[in-house]
């Protein structure tokens, strides 16, 4: 059981005013205009070679164009499905209260006197600072209600919301996973009530979407915006349900890894319910099983990889590509990486599915940033699982040193942005390309200490794997998972052995 905490103003605010600097920045990179549910598509190859790196070969040159088409045709698609749904009558009860002092609402049709008793019985709603539950109404003021002091007969699973969660959020061959839903938290946003930006806290490897059903109850402003990858989406569910000629709810699901913020409630109530969205681990009875449609990013990227495969010309001595994943994933110390290859989310789970269907072999990693280098090594080292090393004693080694001596990591050079930002921590500057495998330009160069696996980046890491704790902003205190970033693998053998693979 979490104790609320109410921070002091001061701290609050310094954590607040770090972070308000950092949309500032990304403010500053350029959103996409804000439409209604605007659709973004933005492609994710790697940022290349930066001006300071020595003269590229034609051959090194080739290849680089051809990983760069590669990622050009994955392309990031909204992290949302959103609509509106119509529900049977005898759906739209709440049952409220505490043990004798029970209410009942019907949400299709309220006063404005009965929204407000509801709103009356709910609590100050919380959110997650790193382990706390805090309070704090300058960044969320909201009323919320525990599933222990509510019961709903809306039917989620029944709702047809699942199917198209299915086919929309996850799409392609993953719209044939199971979805466990799980009810979490009543909230009443009365006039002037907000969420500011957060993710929902990963509640188990599992989870990996937040599902919010809004009651078309007369109000105004409350739209949620979503923002991923440097795009903004809007969904305004007030508008969506007020124009609905029979009562419908509106209904909006995404990755729970993607930023998202309610904005000001300016009249009325708006009433929601949240769930939490998981992998089910067992098939659910009610899914025909049918051989979905592959998406339109999956046949180009299929296409794409295939013809790479087919080339000779292309990584003669086989090597291994690399991507950055778009999404944040659910990591737990304790349970290490396990089934989350199964679990990815988005455009990552289509690259894993169609290098499988082309028989490579993938594995995630984590690359973890390693400061304390005083030597010539990339400042990166790569491991199979992630590693929690804050409960030891001292060993005497750096982090990179223990990762690599006691738990198989692997030093590795990256690109793009995050990797140019980490060279200037670091004291050295490095290369990652070609220069690598050329061992007799490495005789008295940084590269000799470690062994440095040779990796082309298709997409870019977007973040390392945190190995101290930070500031994370939940919509609960975090549990025993936070949200991590990892890499997939992707390993080419030399075109001898692939030609099977391009078919
Ligand atoms: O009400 C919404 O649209 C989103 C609420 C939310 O982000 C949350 O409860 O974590
Ligand atoms: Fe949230």
Redesign the pocket.
Known sequence: MHMIRILPTRTLHNVLSRRAFLWRERVAFGYHPITPFHNATTTMSHSGRSASESPESPAALAKRQKIQSLGDVISRKQPAAFGTFSIPADQWTIFYGTKGNTNRINLSNASEAELQHLSDACQPATFGVNKEDVLDESYRKAGKMDVTDFATNFDVINSGILDVIRSELLEGHESNKAIKTELY?L?V?GKGAF?KP?K?TPRSTTMFG?L?I?FPTKHEGGA?MLRHGGSEWMFD?AAKVRTQVDPSIAY?AFYSDVE?E?TPVTSGYRV?L?YNLYFATEPINNIIPVIPAPSSTEIAFTTALSTLLSDKAFMEKGGILGFGLQHEYPLDPKAGLGNLINCLKGSDAIIQRVCSQLSLQTDLHVIYEDRDIEGKSPPFVMAKDIVDYSQDEGTGMTFGERLIDCDGGQRVAVTGPIADEAAQHACTVYHSDDDIDDESENDDDEFKDDYVVDVDWVTDLTKFTGTTSYVAFG?SPQMDCVYGNVCLLVHIGPPEDRTRHSN
């Open positions: 938290k909230n946003y969420f957060h929902d937040s919010v809004v949620l569910s909006i998202h309610v929601t949240t919509n």
